[in-house]
């Protein structure tokens, strides 16, 4: 249940039919952009694109401080940077300006695209006002380097379930080497086995696997959810042994109480009063076990 909720819980992005494999971070940029290309250019495929991570997974964070003009430092997360065609294929809604095919001018503008979140973190009235205008950076961001913002989309969440979701200011590049490449394709069965080939023929030591994006994000949880099995088998485990324990004392009544039973089915008693007989004696502990576990166990 836990991983389910984690899987599903709402970030601003869509994993469903997105197809991700984890590229080697020896892969040169020039590697990263031919195996798009290649990509792009498969049937089912609708848009493919390189990052520094899957969004959402949470291996790996990074923040900044960024100051609107005449505003006060905000810390933002950073670090994910993404090739042309990553908004495509996440489906992350663009709300104001623009990102261009190819990202070489937002490269030389040093540019940012920031979620909704981070807009009003900054103090911009609204998306639109925040896009064109230039944010004084700490010198851990792009060596310092003022960065403009081009772009305003909707919130995303890109924390696992356990932290609080932060402002975000993303960066788009021309290109990048390692890293993960997301596929958004018509069929993920037959894509998922064809980008891993693809991955592992060009990257001989890579030994990757590319998974569904929603797989991906549930290993930040894969440890809880190991735990969350072990409880439940200790818990059946419990049961079990508690199980033995009820019907040890009713067999002990049983024997405590044969001659009664036997004078009752004498006089005419059927089984279910036997059985009333027996649930009546055990009522009250019953009732008292649930009174005290039930609310527990809901809370």
């Not at 848009?47 to 997974?57: I, L, T």
């Not at 960065?147 to 969440?157: E, L, P, Q």
């Not at 044969?258 to 009752?264: A, D, F, K, N, P």
Request: charged residues 20%; aromatic residues 6%.
């Amino acid at each position: 249940w836990q991983a389910g909720h984690a899987g599903d819980m709402p970030r601003g992005f869509d994993v469903q039919d997105r197809v991700a494999v984890d590229l080697p971070w020896e892969a040169q940029p020039a590697q990263t952009m031919a195996l798009l290309e290649q990509v792009r250019r498969w049937p089912e495929v609708i848009a493919a694109a390189a990052a520094e991570d899957v969004p959402g997974r949470d291996f790996a964070s990074w923040y900044s401080e960024f100051r609107a003009p005449g505003g006060q430092p905000v810390s933002l997360r950073t670090g994910l940077d993404f090739t042309p065609g990553f908004l495509r294929v996440y489906g992350m809604r663009v709300l104001a300006g623009r990102l261009s095919a190819d990202h070489v001018a937002e490269v030389a503008q040093n540019a940012v695209v920031l979620d909704r979140s981070a807009v009003r973190a900054l103090g911009f009235a609204s998306p639109e006002a925040a896009v064109g205008q230039t944010l004084g950076v700490a010198p851990n961001f792009h060596d310092g380097k003022p960065a403009t913002v081009v772009a305003v989309i909707d919130d995303i969440r890109l924390e696992g379930p356990r932290s609080p979701q932060r402002p975000h200011a993303i960066s788009p590049v021309t290109e990048r080497g390692g890293g993960a490449l997301g596929v958004h394709t018509r069929d993920p069965r037959a894509t998922g086995p064809k980008l891993a080939a693809l991955v592992n023929e060009r990257f001989p030591a890579a030994g990757a696997s590319a998974l569904p994006v929603r797989d991906m994000q549930l290993q930040k949880v894969a440890d809880d959810t190991r735990l969350g099995r072990l409880v439940g088998i200790a818990g059946l485990m419990a049961l079990g042994l508690a199980a033995v324990g009820i019907y040890a004392l009713a067999a002990y009544t049983l024997r405590r109480r044969e001659r009664e039973i036997v004078l009752r089915k004498l006089h005419g008693a059927g089984a279910g009063a036997v059985a009333g007989l027996l649930a009546r004696e055990f009522a009250g502990v019953l009732m008292a076990a649930c009174a005290v576990a039930l609310p527990l166990a809901a809370w």
